[in-house]
């Protein structure tokens, strides 16, 4: 167990004002109006980072509290270069991982994975493990509202789509991917944006409307 190292992530906020050395009065700057034309849309950033980002932003609104779960791991090795400072020279993983996310949004449990593909035309069915697959199965059984985020990053196209469909991919005999006519037709699409950058609770809203409605609520 590693004690007394404490580890910073600072993020920039914004840049500081520069102040000339004559303390001359600073000529105020036009403000500046993005064109509507301007497209923010993921801006190159990976599907994780994207989910992140909108955490981040959920987060800060107070709309929901959902968070990338760590991946625990056993450290064998540290070095010291700086009394301040410890570097992690050789570690494992110690058990598998289950999903990527997890949390709660208007009292209901959440818990998906995220998922890219350089594909076109399907998703393959071999980017889930095993253990996520029955682990997505056990939180439904539970009430979770669970579902798979699909990224197909050559298309820009993004689905929310349902774990219990997935599940039935999985166990469904001599099938090796999902295409993407039926990831369209079981799968809500959301598009990348800028406030959140992937706005996926925009389908969570749905899968809690559609919840609603079959209980009788």
């Not at 102040?19 to 109006?33: G, L, M």
């Not at 494992?92 to 990527?100: E, L, P, V």
């Amino acid at each position: 167990m590693l004690t007394g190292v404490i580890i910073m992530v600072k993020y920039p906020s914004g840049s500081l004002p520069i102040f000339q050395k004559d303390f001359k009065q600073p000529k105020i700057r036009k403000a500046y109006h993005h064109k509507k034309e301007v497209n923010f849309s993921d801006r190159g950033m990976t599907l994780e980072q994207q989910i992140n980002e909108s955490n981040q932003y959920y987060l800060e609104k107070g709309i929901a509290v959902v968070h990338k779960k760590p991946t625990p791991i056993q450290i064998v090795k540290v070095d010291y270069p700086r009394r301040s400072k410890a570097v992690i020279k050789e570690a494992y993983f110690r058990q598998a991982s289950t999903t990527d996310y997890n949390g709660v949004y208007q009292g209901f449990y959440l818990d998906f994975e995220a998922k890219e593909t350089r594909n076109k035309t399907n998703f393959p069915l071999k980017n889930f493990h095993e253990h996520q697959i029955y682990h997505l199965d056990a939180c439904l059984k539970q009430a979770g509202i669970c579902f798979t985020i699909i990224g197909f990053t050559s298309l820009k196209r993004y689905f929310v789509t349902p774990a219990s469909f997935v599940i039935s991919k999985w166990h469904e005999k001599n099938s090796s991917s999902m295409t993407l006519e039926e990831i369209e037709n079981n799968s809500i699409e959301i598009k990348s944006g800028f406030h959140p950058t992937l706005p996926y609770l925009e389908a969570v809203d749905q899968f809690i409307a559609d919840r609603k409605m079959n209980n009788g609520k």
